[in-house]
């Protein structure tokens, strides 16, 4: 149930950016558009994407306006940014970083030096296991909600959306903390309880 990991990009042109994001489609990302600060507030809402990258200057705001809105966003103030930018004048640069930008990427953006960025951000190669938290719910909302709570303590995330699936699921993945719902489908979060406290590979599980 791992999910593949979701890029947001932010452009005026859908045309301008379909081979940027072609090409991160075929590595496996799972990718969602804005064509403006707003839509790109409110998908980031909607998709909780793991990583977003923008144009300096959009139709309704620039990039800097952008980000003071995301990072004021509590749910969404984690989430790494990155800057598409066809001007590579050092003081603009500069300015991004100062925003907290990860990265900026400048044209062309199709690039393997760009592609390699954006990978070094949202699947960073891990110096030890990090942990890993199973989340249980069958409200998908609910679940988005808690799994960007988790990631932002540097978690990784599985889940499942009923007791049943859970089960098999903390079997696999070992996690090292489960939240559950009560109210479920096929099983409840207090059948669930039980039978996992009565499996030796998971009882241990807070």
Not at 1 to 14: D, F, I, T
Not at 156 to 184: F, K, R, S
Request: proline residues 4%.
């Amino acid at each position: 149930l791992n999910k593949p990991r979701v890029l947001l990009v932010v452009s005026k042109q859908e045309t301008d950016m379909s081979g940027f994001n072609e090409k991160l489609s075929a590595r496996g990302y799972k990718m969602f558009q804005a064509f403006s600060g707003d839509e790109c507030m409110i998908l980031t809402h909607r998709h909780f994407p793991d990583l977003i990258i923008t144009e300096l200057t959009l139709y309704d705001m620039d990039f800097f306006l952008l980000a003071e809105k995301i990072k004021k966003t509590n749910l969404a103030s984690h989430i790494p940014l990155m800057v598409l930018s066809d001007d590579s004048r050092a003081e603009i640069i500069e300015e991004c970083f100062d925003a907290g930008v990860k990265d900026v990427l400048l044209a062309p953006y199709n690039t393997e030096t760009n592609v390699a960025k954006i990978t070094a951000v949202v699947a960073p190669r891990k110096k030890g296991r990090k942990e890993k938290a199973l989340i249980i719910d069958d409200s998908l909302f609910v679940r988005n909600m808690i799994t960007k709570m988790f990631k932002k303590f540097g978690f990784d995330v599985v889940d499942a959306d009923n007791g049943l699936n859970g089960l098999n699921v903390a079997e696999n993945e070992q996690p090292d903390i489960i939240t559950c719902d009560y109210d479920m489908p096929v099983m409840n979060g207090w059948e669930f309880c039980i039978k996992a406290k009565k499996n030796d590979k998971i009882k241990h599980i807070p």
